[in-house]
């Protein structure tokens, strides 16, 4: 049972608020939206012609991965030209009528940068290699190997193998974090960070609205290229040689700080730019709260405290939120529970033979409850659960390099479903680059958009809830104590206060009546609309009361 409750919006005044706090980003990884032309892969004017289902959900701003010039190793994070359009996606005359129309539907634009490598097709490198001393030769990491040959240290790449390749033009190994088509920037250089700064002085000045600055953290390195300590692999799965390694020498330099300055002096120029950055790692909270600190670096951040969880606990939600419950002046976080990069949440969270649908709202409405930025992932507000991708039809770089022992990032990249039109569900008239997801169709936009208990439309009415509430935007976070796995939210704004309840178990729980005792209904599933006493298993509760 559903009630979607008609809110009567919230009396205080958040005028004085920047455009992007507390705004709801919706992520579209572009080849994977919607093809115009035939070739099987989603692409800008794709984009474009779905602004308006975008609208209607909802959402503040989208945030389009890279669509730049790429030879695709890593399906534009290895970035050729900063400044166009690979013609895959389009050309910049298509970003350019994209961005004229989110802006006429009152959606803001924020678009990826890439500041710690580039592909190794890219002018600048192309340009250090063949020399020790042009001008260009130290704009990424060279060194010259040990004694026997080897590698300058044991700095070991995300995707396998060590942080180095050898180049036999300058007799040197060049450093990657990532491919070996993804070399690293020098970014302690003034001048590379002076040419970053000019590719994002490119797109504010053609109207964007905000950058997500990807893997940031890896921007720069020791400069003394000490090895990294030995990470024991007792207790933990390893993938990987960089899964045996604490990351302390080869990212995460305490001078990224002041480049980021640099970024934020930049952007400010521009107005109420929205800037947030991914920071991956164990432990990622210091770097989070150095890199968004203050009012001269970045808006927010966010880490993988939810991306690759394997299940979604009470003590995880509390722990995760509380570390950003303060001042405003100490950062504010942006939150999400999938992406790109991450298997979709449903599949990692709800146990096979219970109702998806009913957990893709809980946890939905989860999402739009939590104190930051929710971004949600496309997919995500019909959802759909991760697809299981065939060895045959992966594409994902990392996930054939250790298949089977990751799962890779196909399954959460496969097709958008639109309709049931086509054997490909609205997304192309030809095969797409991957194939569509298992149990996808039955999804699609077209389908739940005239049921009225559907997922895409319980998150539309929870996105509306959360725009008229000034608590939920803005409010002040704090949870009430309840036994597991009963979780209860409370958010406070001037005279309203919004108290959220998620049994996160499949089994009914108990609600103390103090919770809810005088609020009004705003959001229910699973339960009715009155103040509940006892929550069903995987439902959800929302209510507010006058203070």
Known sequence: MDSLVQSEGSRSDTSAQPWWRGAVVYQIYPRSYLDTNGDGIGDLPGIARKLGYVASLGVSAIWISPFFTSPMADFGYDVSDYCDVDPIFGTLRDFDALLKEAHRLGLKVIIDQVYSHTSDEHDWFTRSRQSRDNSYADWYVWRDPKPDGSPPNNWQSVFGGPAWTWDARRQQYYMHNFLSGQPQLNVHSLVVQDALLAAGRFWLERGVDGFRLDAIN????????????????????????????????????????RFLERVRSQVDAFGAIFTVAEIGGPDPLGEMRAFTSGNNRLNSAYSFDFLYAPELTPARVKSAQMNWAGADSEGWPSWAFSNHDAPRCISRWCRPGLDRNRYAKLTNALLLTLRGNPIIYQGEELGLPQADVSFEDLQDPEAIANWPRTLGRDGARTPMPWSNDNSYNGFSEQRPWLPIGQGHPELSAAHQESDPGSVLNFTRHALRVREESVAL?????????????????????GDESVIALFNLGAEPVSVPEALVAGHICLIAS???????????GHSVWIGRRRI
């Open 526 to 536: 699973g339960v009715p609309a009155e103040p509940p006493l006892q929550l069903s």
């Open 218 to 257: 890896f921007a720069m390195f020791d400069p003394e290229f000490r090895d990294n300590p030995p990470w024991p692999p007792e207790g933990r799965t390893i993938t990987r040689p960089f899964d045996l390694q604490y990351h302390v020498n080869n990212q995460s330099h305490p001078d990224i700080v």
């Open 473 to 493: 935007r803005l409010g002040t976070v704090h949870f009430p104590e309840v036994a597991d796995p009963l979780l209860a939210i409370r958010r406070d704004a």
